[in-house]
């Protein structure tokens, strides 16, 4: 809530909510004039569960983000992934990890969400942990990126 109203962070855009006329909808402009959409679906306003949400039709499940691990679990992740078509380098730097996406050369912060899982701009990451190992990672709904090597 923001001023009495409702209002929707997605990476760095911020969306005012306005109710739609179906109760539990909600949708938002970027900015005003624009033409920049979103639709919120709110289920606990219809006596559904509170923890998630519809955005633009994809489920987002609330989650309490929690303290980032030692620095020395982070260097479980660092590496490189990747399949034939993307590859994501990640790589520790003092108590944060960064992902790389290797064939546009951008760089994103990883917030820590619980085990093996972390929140970028471009989705949830999520590392594939085989016995005590990491073999892979999964990054917003892409496919599973082999793990290529470690750092």
Known sequence: MKEGRPVLSLGKAVYRLQPHKHRGVYFGEKQAGLGEYL????????????????????????????????????????GEYGTVLERFAFKKEGTALFMTQISRDQRFSCVYVEADTFSSPLGAVRFVRKGAGIIGVCVGSSTCHNRIRGV
């Not at 039709?57 to 660092?78: G, H, I, N, R």
């Open 39 to 78: 639709c919120v679906g709110m289920p606990g306003v219809k006596g559904g569960p509170t923890k998630y949400l519809l955005v633009n039709s994809l489920l987002c499940k609330k989650v309490e983000l929690k303290d980032l691990p030692k620095a020395e679990a982070l260097e479980q992740y660092e």
